[in-house]
């Protein structure tokens, strides 16, 4: 289950309101799903430094969003400075719940609201 900083969610919500956050998570959620599969064009043929700038925008991308859980499992691989496939994997994994869970949350508020 994707962690998250409900502080942080409920600011956003305030800030935005339903329907304009689930603008803005979706906006989050495709630039964050690129950034995710560019991390596996990266296995290879980037440098570490490269990788960990990707890792590092996604990281603070999530925090900024309140995915908190997201973005730790980002800075821990930045921080190992190796990451290899079974790692993009646990990424893209993690990404997914973190995906579903914005949607089940947004949903929710939305459903409150109406």
């Given at each position: 289950?994707?962690?998250?900083?409900?502080?942080?969610?409920?600011?956003?919500?305030?800030?935005?309101?339903?329907?304009?956050?689930?603008?803005?998570?979706?906006?989050?959620?495709e630039?964050?799903?690129?950034?995710?599969?560019?991390?596996?064009?990266?296995?290879?043929?980037?440098?570490?430094?490269?990788?960990?700038?990707?890792?590092d925008?996604l990281?603070?991308?999530?925090?900024?969003?309140?995915?908190?859980?997201?973005?730790?499992?980002?800075?821990?691989?930045?921080?190992?400075?190796?990451?290899?496939?079974?790692?993009?994997?646990?990424?893209?994994?993690?990404?997914?719940?973190?995906?579903?869970?914005?949607?089940?949350?947004?949903?929710?508020?939305?459903?409150?609201?109406?």
């Amino acid at each position: 289950m994707a962690k998250f900083d409900e502080t942080r969610v409920n600011e956003l919500l305030a800030i935005f309101g339903a329907g304009d956050l689930a603008m803005v998570l979706d906006a989050f959620l495709e630039e964050a799903e690129q950034a995710v599969a560019g991390l596996g064009r990266l296995l290879s043929e980037a440098p570490d430094r490269v990788r960990d700038q990707q890792l590092d925008y996604l990281a603070r991308a999530a925090m900024n969003m309140g995915a908190s859980g997201f973005a730790d499992l980002c800075r821990s691989y930045e921080r190992a400075g190796q990451f290899q496939a079974t790692d993009h994997n646990a990424v893209r994994q993690a990404f997914r719940q973190t995906c579903d869970a914005f949607n089940l949350r947004v949903q929710s508020v939305e459903t409150d609201a109406a």
